[in-house]
């Protein structure tokens, strides 16, 4: 199993719409989780990160994490064109002194 | 602005010649690291330095070397580029190496092997 699973996509939604992102993870240890934005030939973008059980919101950003089900999601509200790019899921590992692992991204097109 | 700076943005090198990538970071920030990405790929952990103490990954080939010499400054040596070593090659910091510390990237660099 690998550490950290994203569905690869691509997932479509309207302008408008709601998008959803979800990530499993592996390690039951971690506590630090962090969703990157990437565009297309572009470096990783911190967007949002979630360190406890339940939502964080910013702006028409949601993180949602459940440690028991090992689970972790981000929410786009309001979904642009703009918003269209890879996003990456990255979890604290503990058994490997702390180190980021990064899924491999879903891409998110959104459609105008 | 505080920020993570790459150079080159672009390098092509020949098979076997050696290139040296390099970051500056004017966030103080402790650590810093090097991450492989291929298309369509997840970031790879190459290796980071918590201040000066080098962690190299298990999986890292020997082919890749990397200096700190300061704390703003970090460099990518890779010695004998193959075909599979076309990437972009992301530097990134964090205040330290704790699991809640996010980590910042900078543009990265695009290395094409011919």
């Known amino acids: 199993q690998k550490e950290v699973e994203q569905n690869s996509g691509p997932l479509s939604v309207p302008e408008g719409a709601i998008a959803s992102l979800n990530c499993t993870y592996s390690d039951r240890g971690s506590q630090s989780f962090f969703w990157y934005r990437q565009y297309s030939g572009k470096s990783p973008e911190l967007i949002m990160f979630i360190y406890s059980n339940g939502d964080k919101e910013d702006g028409r950003f949601t993180a949602q994490l459940n440690k028991a089900s090992q689970y972790v999601s981000l929410l786009i509200r309001d979904s642009q064109p703009s918003d269209s790019a890879t996003y990456l899921c990255?979890?604290?590992?503990?058994?490997?002194?702390?180190?980021?692992?990064f899924g491999a991204g879903t891409i998110l097109r959104v459609k105008s | 602005d505080a920020m993570v700076i790459q150079n080159p943005r672009y390098q092509v090198t020949q098979f076997g010649k050696p290139v040296t990538l390099s970051c500056s970071q004017t966030l103080n920030h402790n650590v810093m690291y090097w991450y492989q990405q291929k298309s369509s790929q997840a970031p790879k952990l190459l290796f980071h330095?918590?201040?000066?103490?080098?962690?190299n990954e298990a999986d890292t080939p020997d082919n890749f070397q990397s200096r700190r010499p300061n704390t703003s400054f970090c460099f990518l040596d890779i010695r004998s580029p193959g075909l599979g070593d076309a990437a972009m090659y992301l530097c990134?910091?964090?205040?330290?190496?704790?699991?809640?510390?996010?980590?910042?990237f900078g543009p990265g660099t695009r290395l094409t092997v011919l």
């Open positions: 330095y918590y201040d000066k103490d080098f962690n």
């Open positions: 990255a979890v604290n590992i503990m058994e490997y002194g702390n180190k980021l692992v």
């Open positions: 990134a910091t964090s205040r330290d190496g704790g699991h809640s510390n996010e980590q910042f």
